[in-house]
């Protein structure tokens, strides 16, 4: 099994099974404890804390073109963005998110939802959107799926237009950690089970801050700011938090805002 199907059946299981607890892991709301108000209410302070960041850099956002959430689960952030921009636009890997995120947001007419299974984003054309937003999304995926991922967002972003998207960055352990990996106790820290959720793992992956960007650069952006996030939190309650430095111990978590250059970059056009 690939991969991306395997990512495919682990949130389709969530989906399933506690969708808003999978998205805002807080322990308190597990087994349905999320109420739909405060969950979305979450994504509303999300967005606005985002945008006031994206202003504080001094970059305009064009509110005038569409805006893509990738990795939109049941449209917690969609339907926030949607306050914002003409046309917002969630694409998920899971088939029951998107069923969910379309009944939980049956009146924002504004707000389009998509099953993407490919490894790219191909279902949308070059130069479309003028911001794209990905918060807690990136880490769950293999790294060699989420440079392409990135490089796609850069593709169908407009030139001149704004990405802001979170990516796990490092895990930092102490000395007995680093020796029981040197050992061989612990393996594969780089696809470490956060929590297991009956239904498959959630394993968590990072790109450091070269990797990243490297990718933006090859595909034609430039990286205007970098910050630290709560994000990594194991007990994320969706209320995102910037911070002055990473952890000592623990996923590492960073938020990106990078500008499309006005000349574009890598990629080929897609219809």
């Not at 979170?166 to 007995?176: A, K, N, S, T, W």
């Not at 650069?217 to 002055?244: E, K, M, W």
């Amino acid at each position: 099994m690939s991969s991306l199907r395997q990512l495919q059946k682990t949130w389709e299981g969530l989906a399933q099974a506690d969708p808003f607890w999978a998205i805002c892991c807080d322990p308190e709301r597990r087994q349905g404890r999320w109420s739909r108000e405060e969950f979305f209410a979450t994504g509303k302070h999300e967005i606005e804390s985002v945008l006031q960041c994206v202003d504080s850099l001094g970059l305009a956002v064009d509110r005038h073109a569409p805006a893509l959430d990738f990795g939109s689960g049941v449209g917690r952030l969609t339907q926030a963005l949607a306050a914002y921009f003409p046309e917002c636009h969630g694409v998920d890997i899971s088939p029951t998110m998107v069923h969910l995120a379309e009944e939980f947001n049956p009146d924002i007419a504004r707000c389009k939802f998509l099953v993407n299974e490919q490894r790219d984003l191909r279902c949308f054309k070059r130069d479309h959107f003028g911001f794209v937003y990905s918060s807690i999304v990136l880490q769950h995926i293999p790294p060699r799926h989420s440079r392409l991922y990135l490089e796609e967002m850069v593709r169908v972003t407009k030139p001149g237009g704004i990405l802001v998207f979170q990516v796990l960055d490092d895990l930092r352990m102490g000395f007995v950690s680093r020796l029981r990996q040197k050992i061989g106790i612990r393996r594969n820290l780089r696809r470490m089970v956060s929590r297991n959720n009956g239904h498959g793992s959630i394993d968590l992956y990072w790109l450091a801050e070269a990797q990243v960007r490297r990718v933006l650069h090859a595909a034609g952006a430039r990286v205007i700011d970098v910050r630290y996030t709560n994000s990594a939190d194991s007990a994320f309650d969706g209320n995102l938090q910037y911070l002055q430095h990473g952890p000592a111990n623990g996923w590492v978590s960073k938020q990106y805002c990078a500008v499309k250059d006005q000349v574009g970059g890598k990629g080929t056009e897609r219809s």
